[in-house]
């Protein structure tokens, strides 16, 4: 004689099933490829930002490229624009000032390698180098945080090669 489960039974050998299933299928997915850690970077970078509320500031860029550069881009009323720009495989240190609400990601580089430029200002153009880009940053737990810096870690290496 047959004995049949018991319907909770049933329903906790489906699920272990279903978690064993969910478990190969992501053992074996490949690692978060150079476009995945680049769109994250992005969005994290440019829902984070926060610049200053200047009613002079018509728009700013704010992009990670894929070869493997940081660049900021403000635009003012007037046409003035303040440019920085560096390779991540400069990048020296990430540091953050500030709460989960409000702070400054600070972006060092060893040496002068941060590029900064601006054009159509009226006191001039001018064309600097520095070792430290401040990023002013809304909402950044300790958790997006760190994978930030996960984040551009990875992209250092990738661009040192």
């Not at 049949?4 to 053992?27: M, V």
């Not at 020296?92 to 000032?97: F, K, L, M, W």
């Amino acid at each position: 004689m047959k004995k049949s489960l018991q319907p909770q039974t049933k329903r906790i050998l489906a699920f272990a099933f279903f978690l064993a299933a969910a478990w190969l299928n992501y053992s074996f997915r490949p690692q978060t490829d150079d476009q995945e850690w680049l769109g994250w970077s992005n969005k994290c970078l440019t829902e984070s930002y926060n610049p200053p509320p200047d009613i002079k500031l018509k728009k700013w860029e704010l992009a990670l490229t894929g070869d493997y550069f940081l660049r900021l881009r403000k635009t003012y009323q007037h046409g003035k624009q303040e440019y920085y720009s560096f390779n991540l495989h400069r990048l020296n240190n990430v540091e953050y000032q500030g709460d989960a609400q409000t702070g400054t990601l600070e972006l060092s580089t060893a040496t002068d390698d941060i590029i900064v430029q601006t054009y159509e200002d009226p006191k001039g153009d001018i064309d600097s180098m520095s070792t430290v880009l401040e990023l002013p940053v809304k909402n950044m737990s300790p958790g997006r945080l760190d994978s930030l810096k996960n984040a551009l870690s990875y992209f250092k290496a990738k661009a040192g090669l």
